[in-house]
């Protein structure tokens, strides 16, 4: 699980806020499959509508620019973001994320290796609202300042609490990882961070970062299907 602050500045938020604020926005179950219709109460951009295309290019634009996110989740595919909007109550009860996302009318297809929500609402600007995350280990609530993104695998089972003052707005999406196993993703993610605290040190040109640098894409091409 992995929280990246600011993937959107201030005024990027304000920009796409703006658009999704003046979007047409649906029930939250256009989309869902049968199980989630259960469990999901809450306000969805239209998909594909001009709005949610235009924010959704803007959050596309800021994640392959976010070096944390692309180390970390070393993305082949992104499912187009969805925005949506809890308010008075509601909620998304207890599930996992299907693992095959399609999108209608295009042979688009994506397997869900990891789960992500971009926080668009301060926290004060509403009670309740976190994401819940059952980890293996423990319990984690999550509520990230406006422009802040947590991934996390979509094996997880996770829960929206419900909005109880004020109204949510985030941005949601899935991510198929080139690496597809979370264990060597982890790996990966980990001699990334310490090659590069090396090389900080030692400089790119010395034969140990060379040879870790090597290391690390032997392994990529090792696990990474393109
Ligand atoms: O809004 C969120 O933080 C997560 C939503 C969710 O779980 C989903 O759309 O599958
Ligand atoms: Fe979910």
Not at 187 to 202: F, I, K, M, P, S
Not at 204 to 213: S, W
Request: hydrophobic share 45%; glycine share 8%.
């Amino acid at each position: 699980m992995i929280p990246i602050p600011s993937v959107l500045d201030p005024e990027l938020v304000a920009g796409v806020r703006a658009l999704v604020d003046a979007g047409e926005w649906v029930d939250g179950n256009a989309t869902s499959g049968a199980q989630s219709a259960i469990a999901k109460r809450n306000r969805q951009l239209a998909e594909g509508s001009a709005a949610a295309v235009k924010a959704g290019s803007i959050v596309l634009d800021a994640l392959g620019a976010n070096a944390t996110f692309v180390a970390s989740a070393l993305p082949a595919k992104v499912f187009p973001p969805l925005f949506s909007r809890y308010e008075s109550g509601e909620a998304f009860g207890p599930h996992i994320d299907n693992a095959i996302r399609m999108r209608r009318g295009t042979d688009f297809r994506l397997r869900t290796d990891l789960s992500a929500t971009l926080f668009l609402s301060e926290p004060d600007d509403y009670d309740g609202g976190e994401l819940v995350i059952d980890d293996a280990f423990e319990t984690r609530r999550v509520k990230l300042g406006a422009g802040s993104l947590i991934l996390y695998p979509s094996s997880s089972v996770h829960h929206v609490a419900p909005v109880t003052r004020g109204v949510r707005v985030a941005c949601v999406f899935w991510v198929q990882s080139m690496v597809r196993d979370g264990e060597a993703r982890r790996h990966l993610l980990e001699l990334d961070g310490a090659v590069q605290e090396v090389a900080t040190r030692l400089g790119q040109a010395d034969p140990a970062v060379v040879r870790l640098t090597g290391l690390y894409h032997n392994l990529l091409r090792r696990w990474a299907d393109v």
